[in-house]
């Protein structure tokens, strides 16, 4: 570095004043004079340039000194400023409010606190005698302390201090918060079946609370969820249970208040039957759902008579289930089965035919399909004797058309090995279509009834899964680009500091020119 600058200050000479230079240069004493001045110049340019450094330094902490000094007597004689902004408190009902207000230079000057015109306390003196107020004075700050505060305590505190007759002010707004309590007309209600009623409810408490109604066994609609009454029309036995109103208003806990509803209605019932195959004999249950209030009588018969239980014939009753089972299932046994139940509201029967006959299929695939255009559906049977032959008619549902669904498909599948669950693969399937489908079984008693309509979304690909994957990818780019540029600054910032250091001594040529010109 020192032979460049050397080389620098020659070529620099040279252009000057060329014909001064070598005159001089001729003379032995003054080159000696001239090269001496410039090692020893250049031997201690960092010395030199490191005085100058503190000289500045030196300048600057003479000048921040007096700055301080005259900010010191500013202050001293400056008036009273309130440094704390207007604002607003919130506190939960009971709970302690604290209001601060800060001054800078108070002096001799009296802060005091009011509410509106009440004063409450002047300097560090409580004028106001409630022992739920009390004061706090530190290091300028006066904080004043509510403790157990209520509604009563809202509205506006004012910190004050009067200068020479025109008073400084602060305003804190304190908002006293009230958590939620909930009240109902009634607890408990009892309707009959087709009767049409309202739930009331309300919430008091600071923000006013939201009314929320929601049920703890049902569903309710968005539409009636929200408000003060929850209107039941044309009641039956899904109405009936636990309707909860909610009050809320982000204060605290919300608050719930339970009313239980009872529908009253003549019994309905439901009829199921399902076969058990053992290695020698075959068993059939069949149930008899009664939903029914009050509780209802029930009574089972086999086409015309009465069923009593022997030995074969076993029945059983759980809450809202009557059973019976056959064991040893022969073709005598064969038969309309059916329940009548009553209660002093009405009565209802529910039947069910036993023969050789399977029972309809039950799909067991499901309801959602990520597959293009291919569907596995699958199924169960059961029956008195192997089943032979399954037949399958699917379309496009009236959900996924304009029109009231698509022409019925009809497939025949043979049945080489009888097996209790079934399989099929349904082709060349609509991306984003609804399909319905339906079942039959038939062994050598004969064809089942049609099973109940079962129903598939053929979504196609899974969108989803494809957006997180782009997403992760994306990311992963992000990452490797974010190390690329960590790299490249590792590299620049040794090659900005050689810069910066060759600049520093750059900066000195002028300097040493400026002196040789004078030696010399």
Known sequence: TKLILLDSLLQEISDRNVSRYKTDLKNPVKMQRTFLFLILLLNNGLSLDSQISYSSSQVYADRETVRYGRHKRDKEDRLPEIITQSGQVRVEKGETARLSCEVAGLGNYVLMWKEKKRVISAGSLMVRKDSRFQLSVKDDVF???????????????????????????IKQHLEVLVPPVVQTRESHVELYKGQNYTLSCSGQGYPNPRIVWSREDGYLSASETEGLSLPLTNVDRRSGGK???????????????????????????????????????????????????????????????????????????????????????????????????????????????ISGRPSPPKFTSP??????????????????????????????SKESTVHEGGVWSELVLPVS????????????????????????AKNKYGWSDHSKTFTFFNKGVDFSTQELTKQKKLEEEEREREEHRSKEEKIIQPVRASSAEAWSVGKMIPAVMFLLSIIL
């Not at 904080?143 to 400084?168: N, Q």
């Not at 597959?371 to 008619?393: D, G, I, M, Q």
């Not at 090995?417 to 039959?440: A, E, I, M, N, W």
């Open 143 to 169: 904080t004043l302390y509510i403790k157990g505060v209520d509604r009563s305590d809202s509205g506006e505190y004012i910190c004050e201090v009067d200068v020479l007759g025109r008073p400084l002010r």
């Open 243 to 353: 309707y909860i109103c909610t009050a809320s208003n982000g204060v605290s806990r919300p608050a719930k208040a339970v009313i239980s509803v009872r529908v009253k209605y003549a019994p309905e019932i439901e009829m199921e039957q399902n076969w058990m195959r053992g290695d020698e004999s075959t068993e059939i249950e069949i149930d008899c759902i009664v939903h029914a209030d009050p509780h209802p009588q029930v009574t089972w018969f086999r086409d015309s008579g009465k069923i009593f239980e022997t030995d074969r014939v076993l029945m059983t009753d759980k809450p809202g289930r009557w059973s019976i089972k056959i064991i040893n299932l022969s073709e005598s046994d064969f038969g309309n089965y059916s329940c009548k139940a009553s209660n002093s509201l009405g009565k209802s029967e529910g039947s069910i035919i």
């Open 367 to 396: 309801s959602l399909n990520f597959h293009p255009h291919t569907y596995n559906l699958t199924w169960t049977t059961e029956a008195f004797s192997p089943v032979t032959e399954y037949k399958l008619r699917y379309r496009q």
């Open 417 to 440: 090995t009888p097996k209790l669950s079934q399989q099929y693969t349904l082709r060349q399937l609509k991306t984003g279509s609804v399909y319905d489908v339906v079942g039959f």
